[in-house]
């Protein structure tokens, strides 16, 4: 009959016996960080090992089971504590224990649905590596897979859609990894009817050592009915398969930077007939050389010469429409802004609204080489001689 070995969990997580729970976290987290599935995929060591630092922070993290684990040598929620006390005393008595755990059902044994060593886990059953750190982690990922339909989880994806598409719109498309059910058994997760648990070899029991004591205990991989589903070979008994797919989809005109597109059950797939979930696709809108986007403003830089600037002037300006008039009010000065009503973008949320186009105005000064010019801008100095300056010093 296989016997399930007794673990020394202070030694897998590298602490004392006297170890405080501080320093058992902190081995635990350690340990969880050299070798969590996330960061050895497919190293099936790293996974195994990784399950067993798991099921040994379970019991040594929680006071109740650890100070069981202490005295039995092995832990499980049917084990009643005072049960416990008495055998620890009868152990440092020196005697031969004649305690009986002979009436107590051990199918729970392994720290109470835990990772225990014979759970046949898919690496896809982990709490991701973020979750043991973020404390969400509680140290059974794959207990009690559930029976009923589950809801596929959704999934959020960024797509960038160059400046024009998203003003415009048009059609857009995204590759995405998500668990799609699987072709062989339908989701089902297994295939054919039960065989024989190769736990036990079928007899529903396996042997488990306790300090001194052997105990005959129900086989936790069948809970002792010596049988067990034929995993699909497909999924693994996971019912659902990782697929990676093109999804096609389209950007309504005026879609803007940050927004949240629904595809309703593009997510991952539901388990036992649960609905799939859904995709959410954030876009992010491209650059463009000319214009800046500003939810539906456009915004544009544009030169103009000192007599444009002075004396006022008709220039023509590029619009996401094409080409536009800008009437330049006489006296404009360097950053001013002017505004092109309802020359922005068409409103994806609001029918008919646009935004505006709002333009920065730059006064280029030009570099006069020639005499005559230089003659003429003296003159016009001499013509306006106030000080740009003045008020500064009047704050002074
Ligand atoms: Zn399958
Ligand atoms: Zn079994």
Partial sequence: ?????????????????????????????????????????????????????????????????????????????????????????????????????????????QGGGGPGPQAGAGSSTWGSFKDIFSGIFSGAPDAQRPRGPQPGSDLEYQATVDFWTAIRGGPARLQIHRQEICPTCHGQAHTGGPMTCPECNGSGQVTQMGGRMKFNIPCPRCNGTGRVSNDCPTCHGEGTISKTETVEFRIKPGTRDGQRIR????????????????????????????????????????PVTVPEASLGAKVDVPTIDGRAQLKIPPGTQSGQKLRMRERGVESASNAGQRGDQIVTVNVVVPHLQDERSKEIMRELAKLNSQDPRVTLFDKL
């Fill in 1 to 109: 009959m296989p016997t399930t070995t007794n673990k020394d969990y202070y030694a897998l997580l590298g602490v004392k016996k006297t170890a405080t729970p501080e320093e058992i976290r902190k081995a635990f987290r350690k340990a969880a960080r050299k070798y969590h599935p996330d960061v050895n995929p497919g190293d099936k060591k790293a996974e195994e090992k990784f399950k067993e630092i798991s099921e040994a922070n379970d019991i040594l993290s929680d006071e109740k089971k650890r100070k069981i684990y202490d005295q039995v040598g092995f832990y499980s929620d049917q084990i009643d504590p005072a049960q416990a006390e008495a055998y620890a005393r009868q152990q440092n008595s020196g005697g031969r224990p004649p305690v009986d755990f002979g009436g107590f059902d051990f199918s729970g044994f």
């Fill in 263 to 302: 595809l309703q059950g593009k997510g991952n797939a539901g388990v036992n007939g649960g609905a799939a979930g859904d995709l959410f696709v954030i876009v992010r809108t491209g650059a463009h050389p000319v214009f800046t986007r500003t939810g539906d403003d456009i915004h544009i830089t544009v």
